[in-house]
C-alpha cells in the first residue's frame, strides 16, 4: 500500500518535506527506543508520509552492487543511517552524502564502525550500477572499504518506486524538462533515518543539511543504548 504523499506541495529541487507546514509535535517517548522524543519533527508521525520517531522501519530486501549481497531492513542487527538518493544529482544528493560520508569518519573515530552501517538507497537504477556507485563514493569521501557503508539498488524504476516511494515514503519524481546530458532528472524529499537494531526509527532528519555532530551523537547514543550492540 502506497504510504501517504508528502504535504505542502513541491519546492525548488525537492519535494517540500512539510517544514513550517505544522506546529512542533512531541510524542510521549516509546518504550522501544533510546533516544528522547524528537524536538523538531513537525508533526505527529501518523501524518507524516514516511516513518518517523517511534516508528518501525518497513522491510525491504535489496541488492548491494558492491557485493552482491542482499541486505534486509527488517532484519539488521546494527544501528543504520538509511536515505534515498540519486548518484548524478547536481546538488541535494551531494551536499547529503558528503555530510553521511563525515558521520562514518566520526563514528570510526569512535571505534563505533561495527555497530552501525550506512545504507543509502537509489532510486535510479538505470544509471546507479555499480561503477557509477562506486565513483560516486569516491566523489563523496565515503569508505565503502569499512564495510558499514553499503549503496542499495532497487532492481527496475518500477521496484525503486515501491520501495522508495510506496515503502519508505520518500517521494521523488522523474523530470524530464531537464536539460542536463543525462535526460532527465528528479525532484525529491530529503530525508534521512536513524533506525536502532530492533528497527524502530529514532530519528528522521530532514533536509541535505544535516548537523554531523548531532547525527553522530545520536548514533553513539543508540549504539550505546541497545542491548547486543558491539564496539569496534
Avoid at 502506497?2 to 517517548?29: E, K, N, P, Y
Amino acid at each position: 500500500m502506497r504510504r501517504r504523499t508528502l504535504l505542502c506541495g513541491v519546492a525548488t529541487g525537492t519535494i517540500s518535506t512539510v517544514t513550517g507546514c505544522l506546529g512542533s509535535v512531541l510524542a510521549d517517548r516509546p518504550d522501544n527506543v533510546v533516544l528522547e522524543p524528537q524536538s523538531d519533527q513537525q508533526a505527529d508521525g501518523e501524518e507524516l508520509s514516511y516513518p518517523a520517531y517511534g516508528q518501525p522501519m518497513p522491510a525491504v530486501e535489496l541488492s548491494s552492487p558492491q557485493t552482491g549481497e542482499r541486505i534486509d531492513t527488517g532484519d539488521l542487527d546494527r544501528t543504520a543511517i538509511i536515505t534515498a538518493f540519486f548518484a548524478t544529482c547536481p546538488a541535494e544528493c551531494g551536499v547529503l552524502l558528503r555530510r553521511l560520508a563525515d558521520v562514518q569518519a566520526a563514528v570510526a573515530d569512535r571505534g563505533l564502525t561495527q555497530s552501525a552501517v550506512f545504507l543509502p538507497i537509489s532510486f535510479d537504477p538505470e544509471r546507479d550500477d555499480a561503477a557509477a556507485l562506486r565513483d560516486h563514493a569516491r566523489r563523496v569521501g565515503a569508505d565503502i572499504g569499512a564495510g558499514n557503508w553499503h549503496y542499495l539498488r532497487p532492481n527496475s524504476p518500477a521496484a525503486a518506486e515501491r520501495v522508495v516511494e510506496d515503502r519508505l515514503g520518500i517521494g521523488f519524481e522523474r523530470d524530464t524538462s531537464s536539460d542536463r546530458v543525462a535526460g532527465y532528472d528528479f525532484v525529491h524529499a530529503v530525508v534521512t533515518l536513524l533506525v536502532n537494531p530492533s528497527g524502530i526509527v529514532e530519528r528522521a532528519y530532514r533536509g541535505e543539511t544535516i548537523d554531523r555532530d548531532r547525527v553522530a551523537n545520536d548514533i553513539e547514543a543508540v549504539v550505546a543504548g541497545t542491548s547486543g550492540s558491539t564496539a569496534e
